[in-house]
C-alpha cells in the first residue's frame, strides 16, 4: 500500500503538522507526526485542504527510466569488465597493481594513476580491459545484492603454494551464482613450492574444470611479483571477452552502476561510476540511487579532467548532491526536473521503509520486555 508520514504530508502541502493530525483526527483518524498513512486517506486530507492531488506512482516515476531498446545495429564491441577474487594473501592486490602497469597509456604518461575504484588497461594491440578495483567477495556481493550485475569475467586468484582455500571456494560459489564464467590465475609461480598441478586437481573438486583436465576453464600460471605472464592473462580475458560478444550501444543517453562513492573536502560528494551503455558527457543531468545531479567534471583513472566517458569505462562523477551507495544505478534523464523528481520519490520509499523498519523494531521491542 502507497503510504506516507503525517510530516511529509505536511511539507508537501506546506501546512503545518499540527494543522494535519487535527484535519485527520475530524476525520477519525488518530495519528501521529511520524506515522503514516494510507493513500486514501492522504488524499481526503488534501482535498480538505483545497490542495489539487497528484498520486506519483511508482510506475509512473521509474517507466522509461531505463530502456532496454537498443537496437543490435547500434551495437558496438566494448571492453569487458574484471572482477579479481581470491583467498586472502593469494595476490589479489598485486595482480592489480602488475595489470595495471601493462597498460600502453599510462606508461607513456609517466606512470601516474589514480585510485578510483576502478581502472581500465589498454593493451599494445588497442583492445582494452576494464577493472574493478575493490578485490573481494564483500563488494561483489553487495553490488550484486542491489542489482547490480557489473561483472563480466571473474578471475579467480590462486596461489599455487597454496592452494584452494575457504575463500577460494566461496569465491566459486559467489561467480556461479552470479553466471559469471572464471579464469584461474594461478598465482605465485615464481616460489620453489609452487604446485600448479595441485590447483587444477583441487578444482576438479569444485566443479571447475580446467581446459587441461578435459573442461572449459582456462587457467594461467602467474607471477604478480616477478611480472610473468600477465600478457597471457589479458589473453585469457580478451578471449573469454569475445566469447560473451559484449556489446553497448555508445550513441545513448548514459546508464551506469557506481562502484565507489564519498565525500571529499573540496570536491563534494563524489562517485566512481562505470559507464554500461550510452556515452556520459560534461552537463548530463542523472539521478543515482536517491541522489541527482548535474555532472560539473569528469575524472579518468589517470587522473585527467575527460569531456565524455565511453561504454565500460570507469570515471569519477563531481557534481552530486549527495552520496549514493556502492551499487545504485546511475541514470541520465533529459531535465533536472525529471531528475529531482525521480529523486525525491525513492527518498521518500526510502524514509517509508526505514519508518516501517524501526516501526517494527519498537514493536518487537515491546513483546521482548513483556
Ligand atoms: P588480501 O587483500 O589481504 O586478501 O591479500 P591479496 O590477495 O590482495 O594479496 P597481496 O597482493 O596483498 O599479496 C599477499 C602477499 O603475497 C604479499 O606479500 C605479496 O608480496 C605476495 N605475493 C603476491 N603475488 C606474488 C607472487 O606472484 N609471487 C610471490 N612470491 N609473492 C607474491
Ligand atoms: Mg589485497
Redesign the pocket.
Known sequence: PEVITVQELANRMAERGADVIKQLMRMGVMATINQTIDADTAELVIAEFGHRVRRVSEADVEVGLRLNDDAETALVPRPPVVTIM??????????LDALRQTDVVSREAGGITQHIGAYQVQLESGAKITFIDT??HAAFTEMRARGANVTDVVVL?VAANDGVMPQTIEAIHHAKAAKVPIIVAI?????PDAKPERVRQELLQHELVVEELGGDIQTVE?????KRNLDKLEEAILLQAEILELKANPERTAEGVVVEAKLERGRGSVATVLVQRGTLKVGDVFVTGSEWGRVRALVNDRGQSVEQAAPASPVEVLGLNGTPLAGDDFTVVESEARAREIAEFRQRKKREAANAASARGSLQDMFSRI
Not at 598465482?187 to 616460489?191: A, M, R, S, T, Y
Request: avoid cysteine; proline fraction near 4%.
Open positions: 581470491g583467498h586472502v594473501d593469494h595476490g589479489k592486490t598485486s595482480l578485490p573481494g586468484v598465482n605465485k609461480i615464481d616460489l602467474v607471477s604478480a611479483k616477478a
